[in-house]
C-alpha cells in the first residue's frame, strides 16, 4: 500500500493535497469550507495512503459521492469521507444518519462525527472481500465469516435499513485483521425501499459467476441453487428468523 508522509492539517490548503481535498475540481471557497470542518471535526493530520488515487495522490477510496482519506484526531486513527466537489448531492449528512441507524445494530464502521461535507468514522484495518478471499482458503474460517456478513444483513433487514449496493458488493464489504466483515457506504441507503439486504447478497455470495461468486465456490464447495432460490424466495415472503436460518442451513452448511 503505497504512503506518503504524515501532512498537518494546516498544509492542505497546498497543492497537490488542496486538489485531493477539493476533488475533482479545486474551488478556493470549498477547499476553505472543507478545511474548516475537518479542523471542527479535531483532524490534525491526514496520511494519504491506499490502493486507490486522486491526481497521482494515494487514498483509502474513491466513488461517484465522495473520497476517502486515513486521518488523525490528534493519535486517534480515523476515516474521513469527503465529499465530491461535484457529487449528486449536496451534503453528507444522509449517509450519516443511515450510518448512525446501522451502527445501532452493530453493523458498519462506528460513526464518530459529520457535517456538510465530511463524514467522520472508524477507521478499517482490512481488505475488501475479493482480495480477503485470495488470503484465505480454510473452509471454516471462510464460512464463519460470509456467515456474520449474512447476519449483518439481516440486522439491517429486521431494522428496515436497505444498503441498496449489496448486488455490488465487492467494493463494500472489508474483512478486518481479525476476521471481522464491515459493510460500508451507506450513501444510498434507505428505510423509504422494501429491504433486500439478505437477498441481494446471497444472490451476489452464491449464485452469482463473477469473481467472488467462484472463489466462494472454490472454497466452500458446491451449493444446490434451487435449494438456495427456494431459501431465499421463501425469506423475501417472510423475513423470519426461522427462514433467515434456512438460508444460513442452505447456503453455508
Avoid at 498537518?8 to 488542496?18: F, G, H, S, T, V
Avoid at 482458503?137 to 436497505?162: M, P, T, W
Wanted: contains cysteine; glycine residues 6%; charged residues 25%.
Amino acid at each position: 500500500m503505497k504512503t506518503l508522509l504524515r501532512v498537518p492539517i494546516e498544509e492542505l490548503k497546498n497543492d497537490p493535497y488542496a486538489s485531493v481535498i477539493c476533488y475533482p475540481r479545486k474551488k478556493p471557497s470549498e477547499l476553505n469550507e472543507r478545511i474548516s470542518e475537518l479542523i471542527k471535526h479535531g483532524i490534525t493530520s491526514v496520511d494519504f495512503i491506499g490502493k486507490n488515487a486522486a491526481f497521482n495522490i494515494p487514498i483509502l477510496g474513491k466513488g461517484y459521492v465522495g473520497i476517502v482519506i486515513k486521518a488523525y484526531i490528534k493519535n486517534k486513527v480515523v476515516a474521513v469521507k469527503i465529499r465530491r466537489v461535484d457529487a449528486d448531492r449536496k451534503e453528507l449528512k444522509h449517509e450519516a444518519k443511515m450510518l448512525l441507524l446501522a451502527n445501532s445494530v452493530q453493523v458498519g464502521p462506528k460513526f464518530y462525527d459529520a457535517s456538510k461535507n465530511c463524514l467522520v468514522m472508524e477507521f478499517i484495518n482490512g481488505n475488501f472481500l475479493p482480495f480477503w478471499l485470495n488470503l484465505y482458503y480454510n473452509k471454516r474460517i471462510v464460512k464463519k465469516v460470509l456467515k456474520e456478513i449474512i447476519a449483518q444483513c439481516y440486522r439491517l433487514d429486521k431494522l428496515g435499513v436497505d444498503h441498496g449496493e449489496l448486488s455490488k458488493a465487492p467494493k463494500h464489504i472489508i474483512i478486518n485483521i481479525n476476521l471481522q466483515p464491515f459493510l460500508i457506504d451507506f450513501e444510498t441507503a434507505s428505510i423509504k425501499r422494501v429491504v433486500s439486504n439478505v437477498t441481494s447478497i446471497c444472490q451476489f455470495l452464491f449464485l452469482g459467476y463473477g469473481e467472488v461468486g467462484k472463489k466462494v465456490f472454490k472454497i466452500i464447495g458446491i451449493r444446490e441453487r434451487d435449494k438456495i432460490i427456494n431459501a431465499l424466495r421463501k425469506y423475501k415472503s417472510e423475513k423470519s428468523n426461522s427462514n433467515f436460518l434456512g438460508i444460513i442451513q442452505t447456503c453455508l452448511s
